[in-house]
């Protein structure tokens, strides 16, 4: 009885040291700094003009400038850039000119700023070099802060972004809502969190079983009720975690 009890102990402590050693690497990750911007594009876009409805229903006509004739769909959609990083971005940073490109815009008609954190301090700027790119430039670029931009333009309903561009220490993410992405990446995900635990349990299961049955005498008992539950509780709550991080909405 008390060499069980000690093999029993060992297991519990290594356990123990086990959770100690994850704490630890979820609290060095926690803290880690990181210089990051995130963009993305509202798709598809809003048809707020159809040209073929218009001419089979009416004879409305509409001109862009008050000269030239509009005779493809108008679209609406937003692009949205912030610093989705924990530090600030520094303008002196910039190693060549950061370049927004939207793919599937044919001609602009009108763009201005819906929204700016810090309007007045941070100063970003988001002006045009031609139909389809825009240049981004700033003051300050402080954790949290960006703009959103309304575009009015013809082209296509679909409309994908690129940034072009380098800053020093600084990665370009593009965000893409949990709820736009594909239907086969949902339903991967979904198997993903279904399946995963099993797995886990039945791996870990096999394996400690296997080291009780080699160098330690444990009980099948001790085996399902104690060690795989505390498994399963930090995979499981890891998993819970990282699905609320695929669901992080824009900011603002």
Do not use: C
Request: charged residues 20%; glycine residues 4%; positive net charge.
């Amino acid at each position: 009885m008390i060499f069980y009890m000690s093999k029993t102990f060992n297991i519990a402590a290594f356990i123990v040291g086990l959770i100690g050693v994850i704490i630890s690497l979820i609290s060095y990750l926690s803290t880690t700094k990181n210089k990051e911007i995130s963009y993305n594009i509202y798709s598809p876009s809003y048809k707020i003009y159809d040209n073929e409805l218009i001419h089979k229903t009416s004879n409305l006509n509409v001109f862009f400038k008050d000269s030239i004739k509009i005779e493809q769909n108008i679209y609406l959609t937003t692009f949205t850039i912030w610093n989705s990083g924990d530090l600030p971005i520094d303008k002196r940073d910039i190693r060549s000119e950061i370049e927004m490109k939207f793919i599937g815009i044919k001609k602009l008609i009108n763009y201005h700023v819906i929204k700016e954190v810090e309007m007045g301090v941070s100063n970003i700027v988001f002006t045009s070099k031609n139909d389809s790119v825009y240049i981004l430039d700033w003051k300050f670029f402080d954790p949290g802060n960006g703009i959103k931009v309304q575009l009015l333009y013809f082209g296509n309903e679909v409309v994908t972004s690129k940034i072009d561009g380098s800053i020093f220490d600084v990665k370009f993410k593009e965000f893409v809502p949990y709820q736009n992405k594909r239907p086969k990446s949902r339903k991967f995900t979904v198997i993903f969190f279904l399946v995963s635990p099993i797995l886990i349990w039945f791996l870990s299961s096999t394996i400690l079983f296997r080291m009780a049955k080699n160098k330690v005498q444990l009980s099948w008992e001790f085996l399902f009720f104690v060690v795989n539950p505390v498994l399963f509780f930090l995979i499981s709550a890891y998993l819970v975690i990282s699905f609320i991080f695929k669901i992080e909405e824009i900011p603002f």
